[in-house]
């Protein structure tokens, strides 16, 4: 063979090896799109349905009716609900124990917190506020067995925000008589809404430079602020506001008397763990509260 | 002694993502028991504070936020660079294991906060969305791991 179809041959076998690297590269660079695409298809799939689960969610929130206003209730109505709030019977009490009702935190080193030589119980709150509505029932039972509470008004949480309307009563006419304890209500905001105040709302009564001072230093900002003589704190709410929805002022009083019911479960059940702490620093009294079952159940919680 | 070969861009930027979750976590921790409340939310409380003090913000007794950190710090551990390069398929299992678990746990809290509370609380959603981008890069990461690895110039000259 010359030389000529020597270089030939060898120029023919070096572009068939040529072509099939191309073919291999190409078959690879293929298999490689194709799997880029499965990757961005399941990948960008996963998101997407993450993405889709959300946006319903906000869809089924934003497709809920509006809560309407809810209508004020009459003086009769007012006298009537504060009545079977303030007397719970102890066989209530003592049935439910702590129900389903949180606990609370304590406070370690701190001077108790006392008017008169009295304990004090200071709860700071919004009339606009659910959880503070949720609280406020249990409060009124809990201070009720140490003194007599009056002045107590009848409202609804604002209709804007969460667990909307729930009704509840209002501490800010309130006033407390008793031999064992000093309760400090104070409704810092009301219903009506203020973009400029914190929490958006109007302001209703001022606590005092003392009073936002212990907010300031025991309340993670947040309402309600329940401080028990300075031993014992609300952590967040004992129960949440749901047990409530849709009743009545008239129908929560009335089921507060009946132990088996989930208000009474939910209220009950937080006003045995509040007068379980307010006992401790009472000393016990008055005997008759603090040493019923109910009480003595509930501490545990504490 | 071999040298490590670098990270790509997907190791590398979901390493940062759990540093930032892991941080943003973190502040949310330290402001639940310090008590301080978050930066931005003192004044207009409404969804930050809500959503803290609901009662959905602790799950069996223990805050929300302290899942999140724990959740991120072993993220970080599993997705750190001597983990990436590890031939332990657990590894990769238990990433995406962990991922998936945390995806599941967002739409939970994210349920919470639109349905139960209706109050969106800023550090909690980056946190979600960091988590969603998490999710999304780790699927993208699962997706390719049945995939021949792309020819290095290395491996075509030997080839040759």
Known sequence: MGNAARTKARARTAGQARSARQKIAESRAADRRAGVRRRLLLAGGSVAVVLALVATLIAVKLGQSPPRSAPPAGAHTAAQVQQQVTSVPAATFNAVGSGNAAGLSTITGQPALTIDGKPEVLYIGGEFCPYCAAERWAIAAAVSRFGALSGLSLIHSAPSDSYANTPTLSFAQASYTSKYLAFVPVEWFGEAADPSNPFGHVYLQHPTAQEQALFARYGSQAIPFLDIGNRYILPEVQYIPSSLAGLSWTQIATAMHDPSSPVAKDIDGAANIITAAICTLTHGQPAGVCHSAGVQAAAGSL | ?160
Do not use: K
Request: with cysteine; hydrophobic share 50%; charged share 10%.
């Open chain 2, 1 to 160: 002694v071999r040298r490590a070969q670098p990270l790509g861009w997907l190791p590398r930027t979901v390493l940062v993502l759990c540093v930032l979750g892991f941080a943003d976590s973190g502040y949310q921790v330290y402001t639940h028991f310090s008590g301080t409340g978050l930066l931005g939310c003192s004044t207009s409380t409404d969804p930050c504070v809500l959503d803290q003090n609901s009662i959905y913000a602790w799950v069996f007794g223990i805050p929300v936020a302290v899942y999140g950190l724990a959740f991120f710090a072993f993220m970080i551990v599993i997705c750190s660079p001597w983990a990436w390069r590890s031939r332990l398929r657990v590894i990769r299992q238990a990433r995406t294991a962990a991922v998936v678990t945390g995806m599941i746990f967002v739409l939970y809290l994210i349920y919470r906060e639109v349905i139960s509370l209706g109050r969106i609380c800023p550090y909690c959603t980056s946190v979600h969305v960091i988590t969603v981008l998490l999710f999304g890069l780790l699927m993208y990461d699962v997706a390719g791991s049945g995939l021949p690895r792309p020819v290095t110039a290395g491996e075509a000259s030997h080839g040759n």
